[in-house]
């Protein structure tokens, strides 16, 4: 059951540049749904309200409000600081654009761990999820500097607040797939495929 959704905003990072994938991540078609349109309906029951960062005003498509990076080209630490700038809740969850298997559950339990923290991040296998985590409004001042100071990567910046880290290994809500980010052609089919398989 979850906590407090009224106090939770739901930010959505789609301003990354894509180089990889040679256009906008947010906006490919997956199963003839943008991959944007699968974190939106698993974040609707979970939060208050959802907001985009992009610089891409097709985003608008959505019906949701979007706000644009005031600091470019430094990855997704501007769009968190966006984020942080412009949010009216003490909790926010910041999830990247291209993940299109997280679930409202998995969101649920992020939400309500992270209670006493200013960060609270899943860590799997080892490894730290900084685009699928809970951020508080209080970090706003000290993120805003450490960008100011020239420190850009999100786990450079992190380790300067009260982390949780929620290991989500044994955890049966987690598996690979929740934490897929498309970066690429090959994550992409990879995806396709799995949509394939789950629909079979």
Request: glycine content about 4%; aromatic content about 8%.
């Amino acid at each position: 059951m979850l906590k407090n959704k009224e106090n939770i905003t739901g930010y959505i990072l789609a301003g990354g540049r894509s180089s990889r994938m040679g256009e906008d991540k947010g906006l490919i078609l997956l199963n003839r749904k943008p991959i944007i349109s699968y974190v939106i309906n698993q974040l609707k029951p979970a939060v208050d309200k959802i907001i985009i960062v992009s610089n891409n005003i097709d985003y608008a498509q959505f019906g949701y409000e979007v706000i644009t990076d005031t600091i470019k080209n430094i990855g997704p630490s501007a769009g968190i600081l966006a984020a942080l700038n412009h949010t009216d809740t003490e909790k926010n969850l910041i999830v990247s654009c291209d993940m299109p298997f997280i679930t409202t559950d998995t969101i649920e339990c992020i939400i309500n761990k992270s209670n006493d923290y200013q960060i609270a991040v899943p860590v799997y296998k080892d490894k730290y999820e900084p685009m699928f985590a809970i951020y508080s409004k209080e970090c706003l001042n000290r993120w805003e500097e450490l960008i100011m100071n020239g420190t850009y990567k999100m786990i450079d910046i992190i380790n300067h607040f009260s982390v949780l880290k929620v290991n989500v290994d044994n955890n049966q809500l987690f598996n690979d797939s929740i934490f897929i980010n498309i970066n690429t052609k090959d994550d992409y089919q990879k995806a396709l495929d799995k949509l394939v398989d789950n629909s079979g």
